[in-house]
């Protein structure tokens, strides 16, 4: 019997992240991640607009008009930027050549898709904080509270380590170091590590966060407010 149209989606689903991007391509975390959430989100988009549930959408779903509208809706909506949403396109071209492969009958489909090209950014200068800025932006967060204390946390790692978002959302305990000399390994593009240090008001922020996030049963550093590792969609 064959599959429904719902379940023969998210079977390529699986078998692109378990068997072409783990197995046949060796991704890294990171690309594993980038990729998972620019399809949630995508998933998530093409659902609402059917008024339906993430569950009931289909492999007719997967076509050029949905992608060029989901793309459109990233700048428009939720205001990313054009470097953004090339790369949530690239994860999404990536899961459509895969749904090529594996899908020939659809393949005409699929290439509409294939097709979009990316859109040409202008490259910005880059800018930077005065010293004053960035005490005013860590003054911010309520560190009375849990979440609170957990942005403030989280801040003062980034400014500290000048880590990427990727890097500091898979950031766990035992890449850490609280005791001198305070060190922190992050695990970067293209598996290559990097060892930096931890000034003593960051090591003292993160060692808080343990005793209330108890590192024994979550591996994670920076949690959401359900329990779970942060993620860059959120």
């Not at 699986?14 to 991640?33: K, M, W």
């Not at 967060?141 to 990727?166: C, E, M, Q, W």
């Not at 808080?208 to 591996?219: K, V």
């Amino acid at each position: 019997m064959k599959n429904a149209p719902s379940a023969a989606l998210f079977i390529r689903v699986e078998s692109f992240f378990a068997d072409y991007l783990q197995r046949a391509r060796g991704a890294s975390i990171h690309t594993v991640r980038a990729y998972r959430d620019a399809l949630k989100l995508f998933f998530e988009f093409v659902a609402t607009n059917k008024g339906c549930s993430v569950s009931a959408i289909d492999l007719g779903d997967m076509n050029a008009a949905t992608v060029s509208r989901f793309l459109l809706h990233l700048e428009t909506d939720r205001s990313n930027s054009v470097a953004t949403r090339n790369c949530r396109r690239t994860a999404i071209r990536s899961f459509f050549k895969h749904l090529l492969r594996t899908d020939i009958v659809h393949s005409q489909q699929y290439a509409g898709a294939l097709a979009i090209p990316a859109k040409k950014a202008r490259h910005q200068p880059a800018t930077y904080l005065e010293a004053d800025e960035v005490r005013a932006i860590l003054a911010t967060p309520n560190t009375k509270t849990i979440r609170g204390h957990r942005d403030y946390a989280l801040l003062l790692f980034l400014y500290n380590t000048g880590a990427r978002v990727s890097e500091a959302a898979g950031l766990c305990w035992n890449d850490l170091q609280l005791a001198s000399p305070r060190q922190v390994r992050l695990h970067g593009k293209g598996r290559k590590d990097r060892l930096l240090p931890l000034w003593r008001e960051t090591a003292d922020a993160l060692r808080r966060l343990g005793t209330i996030n108890h590192p024994d049963t979550q591996p994670h550093v920076f949690l959401n407010r359900h329990g779970e590792a942060l993620n860059t969609a959120s």
